[in-house]
């Protein structure tokens, strides 16, 4: 093309290479751009991001290191050992195992279990808001009295009803069974802003101009929307962390054996432990709570970067 | 207006009967067959398959829903193998608990967000909305089974302000400490699930305050001199209190979800323990027909949040 343009034009090529630069500056940053300025902008936002990276980093590389069998061995010996004795930084529970370790691999299956449980609902609840929104009508309709039929079901008690029917459940499926009840709100958010979409003047003339529904919904319309799926995915990411803890925590989520933040905190529920043996519950309680409110800080921000006028981060 | 409620109504008599279907088949999947532990184990497996007869457990499935739907339109939800007593007189005996703590939780949460989604809004971007504003954020963020954990530790076990168990102390003599004795167990968990549950109502009526405020009809009430006490509470107050009005039965979900974790953190004897309870001991008369009155439940709250919502915003209505 730009050869084409210096046959036609008598703007010499070094006029048109500043011309260019010229116009990128002007443009309108990438999303990225946006994004990592916003963070900038704001300190406490920047700490979150990295100490929530950077801690999923760690147990996940921590807990690769750790003997998970080995470690959930009793050893009477060490009965409640209190914190920052030899060998227990964090103290040890009632079978004598290093409170430290098991958070360690708890943590990474608590989390890991939130980031398999977000990818596979909000990928559901996007697609499903996006063609319901999309193609209003009996689709429309159909789709959302499913909505409001799901909405409808007790989903923990749901849920608890699954778990006890199947037989031999691992990570893996409390996942799948956990991302049957959660993609509603998703796809309610996509909906609504689809619908909005489908009604401007680019989806019309691009179903005018003969291209696919589908390409359109997948490639027009959710380009469009990709700021507020970012913002949306992030948040439900902080709140899928209370699902499998909470249900671990009731005793019908990850089995006793399998270290959860949900299973530690499950500890408290014996009177002795919660005033006497502390140590063997508050740290994945504290966890749990500043993994909450750090994620969604980060969603707060994604928000803010996604709507100009609230912007804090100025572009350089 | 009568046109939508009446289609809203409709709408629920397929969720009702697929909800009961539902419900029906997963208990039946669930693993033990109800005799399980309540039988000897050297009884004669002669006698235990002539008691599945008799009870009906070989019928096929529709027919065993059948039954069951029959017997449910005549207020009989079966026996409780584990409390072997009739499940209605069950559930009857701790519904009152948890509809008591729903009630006196969703009277707090009303009477802590309305006074802060007002000051909110009325002093928009000063430091009282800044305080309320970080207050709805970390109580939306946290998970509400761990603040119940961290609240009966603080003060239920370490400063013993409250009681840690039960609905009522066994010591309460009389109508007065009864009712005195029911007030302190309910007290913590209300308190913590009002001040973890404000946040929809705070921020919404935070909004609307900060809307009327720009709009013509407080204006005009301003420069008629009206004193800004008053329009708030009169004006502004008065119009977002129907929307508001509204949320209540949204909560009801969200309230019901709730008391499975907040009945077994305070051991307090309603129906989200006695579920819980229920799946352990393989209940499953109890476990069918606690989900089918919670689902239940959560239909009428959101039939009662939709008819409030209709009766406010007339582009909801169907014609």
């Given amino acids: ?316 | 207006m009568w046109k939508t409620i009446l289609r809203r109504l409709l709408i629920m008599i397929p969720e009702v009967i697929i909800l009961s279907i539902l419900v029906f088949l997963l208990a039946k999947a669930m693993p033990g067959d109800p005799f399980t532990g309540s039988i000897n184990p050297k009884a004669d497996p002669e006698q235990i398959h002539h008691l599945m007869k008799l009870n009906g457990l070989y019928d096929p499935w529709y027919q065993q829903y059948w039954h069951w739907v029959v017997h449910l339109f005549h207020g009989n939800l079966g026996n409780s193998y584990q409390y072997q007593e009739p499940v209605s007189r069950l559930i009857a005996g701790r519904a009152g608990n948890t509809l008591w703590l729903a009630l006196f939780t969703m009277i707090l949460t009303y009477a802590m967000a309305l006074p802060m989604g007002v000051f909110a809004g009325r002093h928009e971007g000063q430091l009282p909305d800044t305080v309320i504003r970080v207050y709805t954020y970390v109580t939306y963020c946290i998970p509400f089974f761990v603040i119940l954990v961290i609240g009966i530790w603080v003060f239920g076990y370490i400063l013993g302000w409250f009681p840690t168990t039960g609905s009522i102390s066994p010591n309460a003599n009389g109508w007065a400490q009864t009712i005195g004795s029911h007030l302190t167990h309910i007290l913590l968990p209300g308190l913590l699930g009002a001040l973890f549950g404000t946040v929809n109502i705070v921020q919404y009526l935070r909004s609307e305050v900060i809307d009327a405020k720009h709009s013509d009809y407080v204006r005009t009430a301003q420069s008629k001199g009206v004193p800004s006490k008053d329009i708030y509470r009169h004006h502004i107050f008065r119009n977002s209190l129907l929307p508001i009005a509204a949320f209540a039965g949204y909560s009801i979900t969200g309230l019901l979800n709730g008391s499975i974790f907040t009945e077994t953190v305070f051991s307090y004897p309603g129906m989200g323990l006695l579920f819980v309870n229920s799946i352990i001991y393989r209940d499953y008369t109890v476990i069918t027909a606690l989900v089918l009155i919670y689902g239940i439940l959560n239909l009428l709250g959101t039939l009662l949040s939709d008819i409030i919502l209709s009766l406010v915003d007339p582009r909801i209505r169907i014609d």
């Fill in chain 1, 1 to 316: 093309m730009a050869e084409n343009f210096a046959q036609h034009s008598n703007i010499s090529a070094a006029d048109l290479d500043r011309l260019t630069r010229e116009a990128q500056a002007e443009a309108t940053p990438s999303t990225a751009r946006i994004i990592w300025n916003e963070f900038k902008a704001d300190r406490p936002a920047l700490i979150s991001l990295f100490v929530v990276v950077g801690f999923i980093l760690f147990v996940m590389v921590g807990a690769l290191f750790i003997d998970t069998p080995k470690m959930m061995e009793t050893n009477i010996v060490n009965y409640f050992n209190r914190p920052l004795t030899a060998g227990f930084p964090l103290g040890a529970d009632a079978g004598g195992r290093s409170i430290l370790l098991e958070l360690i691999v708890g943590s990474r299956n608590s989390i890991g279990i939130a980031l398999g449980l977000t990818v596979i609902s909000s990928t559901f609840g996007i697609c499903w808001g996006l063609i319901s929104g999309y193609f209003s009508g009996y689709v429309d309709w159909g789709m959302q009295r499913v909505y409001d039929f799901m909405m409808m079901l007790p989903m923990t008690m749901m849920i608890i009803v699954l778990v006890t029917i199947i037989p031999h459940y691992n990570a893996v499926t409390l996942t799948l069974i956990f991302s049957i009840f959660y993609w509603e709100g998703t796809s309610r958010l996509i909906r609504s802003r689809t619908l909005a979409e489908s009604g401007k003047d680019y989806a019309a003339a691009s179903l005018t101009s003969g291209t696919n529904r589908w390409k359109i919904i997948f490639r027009d319309i959710m380009p469009n929307i990709s700021s507020l799926i970012i913002v949306d995915t992030t948040l439900s990411f902080a709140e899928n962390i209370g699902v499998e803890t909470g249900l671990s925590y009731l005793g019908f989520g990850l089995p006793s054996q399998t270290p959860s933040l949900g299973t530690m905190i499950a500890n408290a529920n014996d009177p002795n432990n919660i005033t006497q043996y502390w140590w063997t519950w508050l740290p994945a309680a504290l966890e749990i709570i500043i993994l909450c409110l750090a994620i969604s800080y980060i969603g707060q921000v994604l928000r803010r970067a996604a709507d100009a006028s609230q912007r804090q981060g100025t572009a350089d």
